[in-house]
């Protein structure tokens, strides 16, 4: 039988990459969903909520324009936050922005919450979830903080870091799901696929 097809609503690398790594290759396709707008049609700043229904926005999106085709399809949407000191952020729209971020988060820990939208073309089901795992920061020089920003990685990530290029060294540890940190819980994915009658080997790719 050949795999379950899995669509990829994200135009994330790194999501890409997490699954590639664990055995999937995903079609990618971008949702285009416009964030701003599903967060004020929302009309609450809970961060879990928000990662929850932009994830299922981008997912409902997608799976909206997909033709299930001959094999079984499903299509993962995915969404992050960062939450640091009462404030939620996505990623910084600068590299001003970014540097007092980074500045703020040497030293202390916030939570990065991951929500996940899973849909079941075939079936007509869909499941969700969010995954939050606590992030600690160790020192930062002023000229560490500035050498990073510079590299442009900051800009294109949720809080302004990530686990899989150059500020991982920075991250004295995690509370939790690391894969989470890295923009997509692998082990929240398999529970969500459980919850479909899924297992995640269904979407191994052929040897």
Do not use: Q
């Amino acid at each position: 039988m050949p795999p379950v097809h899995l669509v990829l609503a994200s135009a994330s690398p790194a999501r890409l990459a997490l699954l590639r790594a664990a055995g999937i290759e995903p079609e990618v396709v971008v949702s285009h969903v416009d964030e701003d707008a599903v967060a004020a049609d929302l009309g609450t700043d809970d961060p879990g909520e928000l990662v929850a229904a932009l994830a299922r926005a981008k997912a409902g999106a997608v799976a909206s324009s997909t033709a299930p085709g001959d094999r079984p399809t499903l299509v993962l949407g995915c969404d992050s936050l960062f939450t640091f000191a009462g404030t939620t952020w996505g990623k910084p729209a600068s590299a001003e922005e970014a540097v007092a971020r980074i500045r703020a988060m040497r030293e202390g820990e916030g939570v990065l919450r991951t929500g996940h939208h899973l849909v079941d073309l075939g079936a007509g089901r869909e499941v969700g979830g969010v995954e939050a795992t606590t992030v600690r920061f160790g020192p930062m020089t002023d000229a560490e903080v500035d050498a990073y920003v510079a590299s442009g990685e900051p800009l294109r990530v949720a809080g302004s870091f990530t686990l899989d290029g150059r500020s991982a060294p920075f991250v004295d540890g995690v509370e939790g799901d690391h894969t989470n940190v890295v923009g997509l819980s692998l082990p929240l994915l398999r529970r969500l696929l459980a919850d479909l009658d899924r297992s995640v080997t269904d979407l191994w790719a052929a040897p």
